[in-house]
């Protein structure tokens, strides 16, 4: 093992710094250094590119590439070992191994299997850096399977009353899913989605959905609609008429949640791990430390420590050096 210490950072993204150099999901992509993005969703991708290479998967790459007009290719993946993380298409955890110890990067995550995507698995590991955006012991999800058949019920309950469907979910990731979902129903999407959908779209995972441009449709019909468009023109239109409203997201658990995006009904459905699911990922993994970062980072290292007798500890920004060995 090197003399030299090992850092744990939250600086130009997630830093794990000693004899190598990682950047995890980091905000600036510098000429040199090794990047690593774990998927696409906006607040993972890099806000400034300096350099020409990063390590992520085809479709991560892919989708970067399309916001910016600075191209960007693939680093040689040395001593990265690329794992699946089960969140969206191209999901990816890292793992490096830095000053003889192992690290295992996440970014968001989701253990389980659903709508066709595997969920990602614990792989041994000293040092797991992990995301919590659902580490708090109330965010529990019932089954993905289950509450698929719910939301395609509420679908085809109102379509037998002759009622449209609106279905917000984030244009990258969660709309895709309930494509798969509503597959037999012939479900539309509004631009961003359709858009989103059309990057993400392969042989094995064709996601057919139509463009809805806002018109009236004579038949019920369901339409997925990102949930930043709520006032835009497409969505006034679907107010005026008798739309029911519907929304998948993990924060469907918390009171509120239903009436501060205006919908009739909200799901649990979500692509990220629930409490549970981390905690039993981290136990998987038998770190010596734990690292959290993102959402509720106290907490969830809190629970870990609590349940798991394992150290762990939050990523706090400013805070100069997280764990020196
Ligand atoms: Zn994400
Ligand atoms: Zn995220």
Known sequence: MSGRSL???????????????????????????????SHAHSDHLPKRIKGTEVIASDITLRCLNDRSKKQLSMAEPDGVTMLDAGHMAGSRMFQVEVNGRSVLYTGDLCTRNRCGNKGARPVKTDILIIESTYGKPRYVFPPSDVIASLIRDEVEDNFSQGRPVSLFAYPFGKSQDMIRILRDLGPYADLSVFNATSLLRSEEDPLECQLWDGEAIDEPFVVVCSPWLKRTRQEKLMCNRDVKRLAVSGWAIDAGYKRRMGVHEAF??????????????????????????????????????????????????????????
Not at 15 to 34: M, Q
């Open 268 to 325: 649990p459905f979500s692509d990220h791990a629930d409490f549970n699911d981390l905690i039993e990922f981290v136990k998987g993994c038998e770190p010596e430390l734990v690292i959290t970062h993102h959402g509720f980072a106290d907490s969830l290292a809190y629970e870990i420590k609590a349940r798991l007798g394992i150290d762990a500890r939050p990523l706090v920004k400013g805070q100069r050096t997280l764990a020196e060995f």
């Open 7 to 37: 850092t744990i950072r939250l600086g130009n993204g997630v830093e794990v710094l000693g004899d190598e150099e990682y950047h995890f999901d980091a905000e600036v992509i510098e000429e040199s250094g090794t990047f690593c993005i």
